[in-house]
């Protein structure tokens, strides 16, 4: 029997140039642009930390935001947007979850600490 995803991603918008990128980096374009789901939270955020999105998502300017939803309710859902230096969580549906609506994070951990809260707050509605 295979596991119900826990969460999904999908590229969702550009906000500003594409950075050139290597095969890599536009196979993992074409990836992103269609729904990818993952079983944990900490699956998802060893991806959000792996080298390969690195060099395909971060960069000095944010450039691009994916919509993250919760895999069995795709209303409930948040952005993410990564730079060089910072992950921003962006909670659309203000669930009041995040001060002000947004998570910043430095780190896997912090990244991992934001989306369980999130998390719980939106399995319980």
């Known amino acids: ?11 969702s918008r550009v906000l ?3 950075p050139e990128l290597d095969d890599g980096g ?6 992103l642009g269609m729904l990818c789901s ?3 939270v900490d699956d998802f955020v060893s991806f959000l930390t792996s080298p390969s999105f690195a060099r395909y998502a971060r960069s000095a300017e944010p450039w691009v935001v994916f919509e993250i939803g919760l895999y069995t309710d795709h ?3 948040l952005e993410f947007i990564a730079s060089a230096d910072t992950n921003r969580f962006v909670d659309p549906g203000m669930t009041g979850v995040f001060a002000d609506h ?12 934001a989306l369980g809260l ?6 319980l509605q």
């Open 38 to 40: 993952f079983l944990s």
């Open 1 to 11: 029997m295979d596991a119900t995803p826990l969460i999904t991603m999908v590229k």
């Open 75 to 77: 209303t409930k859902t």
């Open 118 to 123: 999130w998390l719980a707050h939106v399995t």
């Open 102 to 113: 947004v998570a910043v994070c430095q780190t896997g951990d912090d990244m991992k600490q």
């Open 16 to 18: 500003g140039e594409c």
């Open 26 to 31: 536009l196979h993992l374009d074409r990836t």
